[in-house]
């Protein structure tokens, strides 16, 4: 194997935490946990999720992503809706303290990109993504051998 194969995944998950603590760092001075930011972004971009909807988003299982929930709403940022036509059904909604909180969670996120892509042109952004995506189909992919 050549040596980009030996580094190319370490520096992946190197990013990813790398990521992970900037996000980490700047969700905790706005009083969230990576988990409650994750969550209220996700209900803000898609107002009227159900739970299980917003837990499989997040690749959460149901007692974590309830737990998560519970703490969102007791902070006074989402409420828990009855579905009009399933009552055993609870769709998330933003309260207006919320909004505001996530549109500067949207801000910190644009200057974490901005940071991160600095000096790297679309093309070589896209072709990233692109082999990015292709390792994760390959993995995928095994994943379905097991």
Do not use: C, W
């Amino acid at each position: 194997m050549e040596p980009v194969y030996n580094v190319f995944l370490r520096e992946v998950i190197g990013l990813v935490r790398g990521i992970r603590k900037r996000f980490d760092a700047g969700a905790a001075v706005m009083g969230l946990t990576y988990a409650r930011a994750q969550a209220l972004l996700h209900i803000a971009e898609n107002e009227g999720l159900t739970q299980a909807e917003l837990a499989e988003m997040l690749d959460i299982r149901t007692p974590p992503m309830n737990r998560t929930l519970d703490q969102l709403e007791q902070s006074g940022l989402i409420e828990r809706r009855s579905d009009p036509t399933d009552k055993r059904v609870r769709r998330l909604f933003l309260t207006p303290e919320a909004r505001a909180q996530a549109a500067e969670l949207l801000g910190f996120i644009g200057d974490l990109r901005r940071d991160a892509y600095q000096d790297i042109p679309p093309e070589e952004l896209a072709q990233a993504l692109a082999t990015l995506r292709r390792i994760q189909q390959n993995i995928d992919r095994r994943d379905g051998d097991v």
